[in-house]
DNA sequence: CTAAGTTAAATTGTCGACAATTCTCTGGTT
DNA sequence: AACCAGAGAATTGTCGACAATTTAACTTAG
């Protein structure tokens, strides 16, 4: 799985590395989302001292996980609905630049690469079980190579670097394995076409489209389940 | 000025009161862009201890101010002709999807405040010599009210609390007095319109054009220099 | 004179201790 | 019984010192 992040530094520092371990920790939920943070009881828990522990809270702070009050402590952040479309919404502005800038400037080796990444997928998708692959690893994977194809460090770095783990850290959580998968397929082709079109315009119009859809359909999720439980 | 950050809360330890000046240094070019941060020395400069300036850098380097390698060190993020057409493009997209969520989401009362604040800037700047200050606080202001009209927190986080100081910088840095305060003043007028209409549609793309255009405008100008340059 | 290797200085990362602030629990008053 | 006040405990912010790494300066071989 080609999914490393250039933006990404490999960890050198102590502080990096349970900064990693802390990262993966909040994504999977084994440190609850909402719950507050003890900064001596995780020193003890990770065997540093709390300033190295601060150093990796900082880093977690930068990537949106975790919510700092001056003299108060940190929070993991919340997984709340509202976030979530929050996020949708700021995927779709941002994807969607991403998708136009990529359609100037990647190479055409490049194009030709995620041409192949894509048709990978559909084999390895129709093969076997490959829908839930798809939708966990393939899916960011795609998306994670549109917007590095911008080639605007500013796009790659808000979107790789913050909001990524936030992205995963709803899926985790939330258990997104929605039905989208074959349909998502489909519209990851047609926007591999329209950027290998240099068709910046379309491009972008289709990767709105895309990650609107999916909002959407959260959407609708919650309705379905608020209007059950109103009815029971 | 009302230009104040809901999202910005008001220094209370010493680390935030640094940070705050550093930020200020650093957008004005009194800590030159570009160049290393050395820790005893600014420690010492600010007469606190190096723990304390390194929460300081930390907070710099949230909102993409330095930038910081392991073991080497921190330097000031440099002010470069692509980092700025960078900077547009994440705005066109960020503040369009802004208007968009504002014309959804503002209410009444906000609207007639911004339509309110518009017309004084349009009175204080035929008054004076108000284009200076209509590009450098008025400008900032409108975007910034729009962008929190949005209420989507990703967004205002992203916006006023990362970009908005690197816009700040670039600002100043490059000294942006461009003639194109009578104009974008029009536009302005017609985004408020569209928005008081929740024509969120027609609002992105108003704004987006703005934006657009004055991204457009510098790319001219670095155009025209370099024309010059070369047959000089 | 250049280039590589080695040593010394400087800088960054980490640690434990102290100070300042916030939270909690107890006790008293209306 | 509810609410406020105050002392104690716990937590966060800040400090100075030490360890690890990088940078520089110097020496020496080619």
Do not use: W
Request: glycine share 4%.
């Amino acid at each position: 799985m080609a999914l490393i992040n250039p933006t990404h530094q490999e960890a050198v520092t102590t502080a990096d590395k349970v900064f990693e371990k802390m990262q993966q920790a909040i994504v999977e939920g084994k440190i609850i989302a909402g719950s507050k943070i003890s900064e001596p009881e995780l020193a003890k828990q990770y065997q540093i001292s709390r300033s190295t522990l601060r150093e990796a809270l900082n880093r977690l702070e930068k990537c949106h996980l975790v919510e700092r009050k001056a003299n108060v402590g940190s929070r993991v952040v919340e997984c709340t609905i509202e976030g979530l479309l929050e996020i949708y919404v700021v995927r779709e502005a941002l994807e969607g630049m991403a998708c136009r800038q990529a359609a100037i400037n990647m190479t055409d080796e490049d194009i030709l690469e995620m041409q192949t990444m894509l048709k990978q997928h559909a084999s390895s998708q129709a093969l076997q079980d490959g829908v839930a692959y798809y939708q966990e690893e393939g899916d960011l994977d795609f998306h994670y190579k549109v917007i590095l194809g911008s080639h605007n460090q500013q796009l790659i770095n808000i979107l790789c670097g913050q909001l990524y783990h936030l992205v995963r850290m709803y899926r985790f959580q939330f258990g997104m394995n929605s039905p989208r998968a074959s349909r998502a397929f489909d519209e990851h082709s047609r926007i591999i076409e329209a950027i290998a079109d240099r068709d910046g315009e379309l491009a972008e119009l289709l990767m709105r489209r895309h990650i609107a859809a999916s909002r959407k359909n959260i959407e609708k999720k919650i309705a379905e389940k608020n209007i059950q439980q109103a009815t029971k």
